[in-house]
């Protein structure tokens, strides 16, 4: 089971989400500010699709911002699954407003990937881990000791995850949202 020293406790985005998909609705558009910290919620959350349809409608001229335009590419890489370049995007210099949903955003998408380990590895080249986790040498066997898996001979063997312990809940609000915000653009476009 994941180490509670590996990665914090989730934050909890729901009521950013919720407040500015409202402000959209109710003013038809954000600003780039508040466009980026949707945007970055929706990574953050792994809300991909959501992502992607709120970049359809962002207005021409916002989508010019250049953290918006940064945080377009690291949702692109996400999207595309390419996360040694999602891990390079997220490890640049950011807004003191975004920088803590960047540093969440990587640890969610670190600790996905350990889930994805754990399950489906008996073991795995040490060099490969540290790409798959977007660490360095020294991190990767920080991690592998903070989970309590083996590290030997240049390969890491780790322990299996539950599924039960996976968490998968919620799936009924992302889908109630995606409903509304599937509406709202159809009204927009229409």
Avoid at 21 to 38: C, H
Avoid at 64 to 88: F, M, N, R
Wanted: charged content about 25%; some cysteine; overall charge negative.
């Amino acid at each position: 089971m994941p180490s509670p020293n590996m990665i914090p406790e989730p934050l909890d985005v729901s009521f950013v989400i919720e407040q500015l998909e409202n402000d959209e609705i109710q003013e038809g558009s954000l600003t780039a500010e508040q466009y980026t910290k949707l945007f970055s919620a929706y990574l953050y959350t792994n809300e991909l699709c959501a992502a992607k349809f709120l970049w359809r409608r962002i207005p021409e001229s916002v989508k010019s911002d250049p953290e918006l335009q940064k945080v377009w590419s690291i949702g692109k890489a996400l999207w595309t699954k390419h996360y040694t370049q999602a891990y390079e995007l997220i490890d640049c210099k950011w807004s003191n407003v975004l920088e803590p949903i960047m540093i969440a955003i990587k640890r969610r998408i670190q600790q996905d990937t350990l889930k994805f380990i754990s399950m489906h590895y008996e073991n795995i080249q040490l060099d490969k881990f540290q790409t798959f986790m977007g660490v360095d040498k020294d991190q990767a066997e920080r991690i592998v000791e903070s989970e309590g898996w083996a590290c030997k001979n240049g390969y890491v063997m780790p322990v299996a995850i539950n599924e039960s312990d996976l968490g998968l809940g919620g799936s009924q609000d992302i889908l109630d949202r995606l409903v509304t915000l599937s509406s709202f653009t159809s009204y927009i476009e229409n």
